[in-house]
């Protein structure tokens, strides 16, 4: 089998054009997914039952079922009904593109919910029991201490949800969307090059990832600024039991 | 330490021992893969058999040639990848011979002759040239003849979407996403008989673009004159008129 670096030259910039898709999906679902995801987190973080019901049918279903057949189930489940195809929804619905989004945006919010709501039961008790002496109502307390916090502690794992995200944007392509899988599969299509093209493709990704771990290490950063704050007043000749491990390694 | 020693000769003897037996296999079976979505072609019936023209094709052929044969279902866009990576020996799922198909792969003589067509709502006011489609979206099935003619011919007029299957290219022309559907003609003939097909039509000329179809094996293997010469002795000998009526009551050959 011989190995073409020419193809990978000459159709990169298809590749690259797949990829401003690929970054648009992930980006838009993701901002979709999480404005739905905190309001179920908070559901799902409620004490009552009826609360806490709905959005655990929610996210039981969408972890529950492959992306795939929540794509196809958007795109050519839905298409199959009369009454949508004559609904006000059509226009959107017609287009791959917004079945992608939609898809990709309730999946997200599912698996960010439960990041969020995991986050929120794990802000230690003493710093909402502070928030009630200082006599913050609930939803000043949401608004100041328990989101804040809990996106604080959500953040490495929701890091991880982004790229999963990514990856699973694949999928895309199987609805007729040319994101870089769909536009690999049919450069292939022409060249017959898979183990090539397929190369360079994951190479995009792999490129998309780190721009998104390069983000995620700088939002920790920001949004975790305690955990990395560095004195610069601790004497030189402090007694080494004295020093605080977290705040000056 | 020596445990784990001989838990790597103990796997190493199963993978070793499962690899002779798939080359085994490969020795004296011809192994043929088909799409299996592709009616009339190749498709699935509802016991997971192969059926179709193709698979009665290949072991029509197979009986001429007196071999052994084996037919796996393979998803088209990686069909010919496989073909390379020595899953199977030959390919008979409908497929076009083309110059680019050619720099990989061999091809046997045709075993029929393909035309495309497009498909659209029955009355559409749609009229299929390329002043006409500007503008609409229209749909194939990706890595196919009818794909590249889209994008070769029409692709800076029109909004061309492919399917990884021709039942979903199918699916998102009944439900209106695509105005028209560029597709080879026989298995179009045969869809539109269905259910699925009801209130879709030809629409215009067929579009003859000398296109052959062959049966696809590695290059430089054997197994295409045999082939070949097998195609020739079932036309001959009226096997393949008798495959032929039951699909279709025209000769495609």
Not at chain 1, 77 to 86: D, I, K, L, N, Y
Not at chain 2, 153 to 159: A, F, Q
Request: net charge negative.
């Amino acid at each position: 089998m011989s190995w073409e670096w020419g193809v990978i030259w000459q159709y990169i910039p298809r590749l690259l054009d797949g990829a401003w898709l690929t970054l648009e999906l992930v980006l838009v679902s993701g901002l979709i997914g999480i404005a739905l995801a905190i309001p179920l987190a908070l559901m799902r973080a409620s004490s009552r039952t009826w609360v806490k019901a709905f959005p655990f049918l929610y996210i039981y279903f969408f972890r529950g079922t492959p992306l795939l057949v929540q794509i196809f189930l958007v795109y050519y489940g839905a298409s199959q009904f009369e009454a949508v195809r004559e609904s006000f929804l059509w226009p959107v619905l017609k287009q791959p593109y917004w079945c992608a989004i939609i898809a990709f945006s309730l999946n997200t919010a599912a698996y960010s919910a439960e990041l969020f709501r995991s986050a929120i039961q794990a802000i230690p008790s003493g710093e909402i029991e502070a928030a009630e002496a200082m006599g913050m109502s609930k939803p000043v307390q949401i608004r100041r201490i328990i989101m804040p916090r809990a996106f604080g502690i959500a953040l490495p794992a929701y890091g991880n949800e982004v790229i999963l995200m990514l990856k699973g944007s694949a999928l895309a392509s199987t609805i007729t969307l040319l994101d870089i899988t769909g536009m690999a599969r049919t450069i292939i299509a022409r060249t017959y090059t898979p183990l090539e093209m397929f190369l360079a493709a994951g190479l995009v990704y792999l490129a998309i990832s780190a721009l998104i771990i390069a983000l995620f290490r700088f939002m920790e950063y920001r949004f975790n600024r305690y955990q990395y704050y560095h004195h610069t007043d601790t004497p030189e000749d402090l007694d080494p039991q004295l020093r605080d491990q977290h705040i000056d390694s | 330490m020596m445990k784990i020693r001989k838990l790597f000769a103990v796997a190493a003897l199963i993978t070793g021992g499962l690899m002779a037996a798939q080359v085994a296999t490969a020795d004296d079976k011809i192994r043929i893969a088909t799409e299996g979505a592709y009616a009339p072609f190749n498709m699935v019936d509802s016991s997971g058999e192969l059926i179709g023209f193709d698979v009665e094709i290949a072991k029509a052929l197979c009986a001429q040639m007196k071999a052994d044969c084996e037919i796996v279902a393979q998803d088209w866009d990686g069909i010919i990848p496989g073909l390379r990576a020595r899953k199977y020996d030959a390919i008979i799922a409908s497929m076009s011979i083309t110059e680019e198909r050619m720099r990989v792969v061999d091809f046997s003589e045709k075993y029929y002759s393909n035309v495309l067509a497009f498909v659209t709502a029955d009355g559409s006011s749609v009229v299929v040239t390329k002043e006409g489609l500007k503008g609409k979206t229209v749909g194939a099935q990706r890595a196919t003849i009818a794909g590249q003619y889209l994008e070769d011919n029409l692709g800076d007029v029109v909004d061309v979407k492919l399917y990884d299957t021709q039942d979903n290219a199918y699916l998102d022309l009944t439900s209106g996403r695509l105005d028209a559907l560029l597709s080879d003609k026989f298995p179009a003939y045969d869809w539109l008989r269905t259910d699925g097909g009801k209130g879709f039509a030809f629409n215009g000329e067929d579009i003859d673009i000398n296109d052959e179809i062959g049966i696809a094996v590695r290059k430089g293997d054997a197994l295409k004159d045999k082939f070949s010469t097998a195609i020739k002795a079932i036309v001959a000998d009226g096997t393949y008129a008798k495959i032929n009526e039951k699909y279709f009551p025209f000769s495609i050959y």
